[in-house]
């Protein structure tokens, strides 16, 4: 047995017989943790505890991990960084859960992906300072970033089929071809005809941080449809 530390985001809690507490955390290192928490909501320890197991917050945890052991049993909680803005009400938090569990959901058990925990962070991170960006618009840009680190990236530099320059008219959008693809290739079925400026906003989404994405000049039928593009690959690809 040995006591490790990690930083991480709370999934979920589960109550276990009456006074503890079974805790799922998303960790920095891209893996997700059941922590128990013995005796977190008695009258004695409930006044340290279970006040520091806020979701959305980036907590640090200390806990006994034994391999053998489905849940690692923990022994303290500290508070690094907090994100009260989304706990500010129950829509807001609502939200807030939806890009959580989108994050966590392409997470294979056993395997890591740091890369993953660093996008909702730096979402939350966004979160609290500004909300200028049109929902469609950071979550067409999170669910491209949550793919391409899941090993799902769409093509969008280059067409999915022929791999040459996708051009400049007619550029189609086939979640089973993999992502946009030129004139030139046969259309699949599933393929849908994007906006012109279309692969040049999925690229600028891709590349950039969600802050950067308040100087995106975007119509809102451009935002709607790239949302839709990556939900439709989304389901393909994962769900
Ligand atoms: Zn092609």
Redesign the pocket.
Known sequence: MRILKKQGLIISKTRMRTTSLIVRVFCDDGTIVPLLFKGALSSRKGDSTSAYLLPFALLEFLYYEKETRQVQTASTVSIIEDFPAIRIDYETQLLGAKFLKRAISVIKPGESYPEIFGIILALLRYWEKSQKTPDDIIWTGFLLKILTFAGFAPAIER?A??Q?QLGNKNIKFSPSAGGL??N??PSPDDAILVGENIPKFLQYMLGNSFPQYEKLNITQKSSKQSKELMEKFWIYHIA
Request: glycine share 0%; with cysteine.
């Open positions: 067409c089929i022929c040459r693809i030129c030139r290739c």
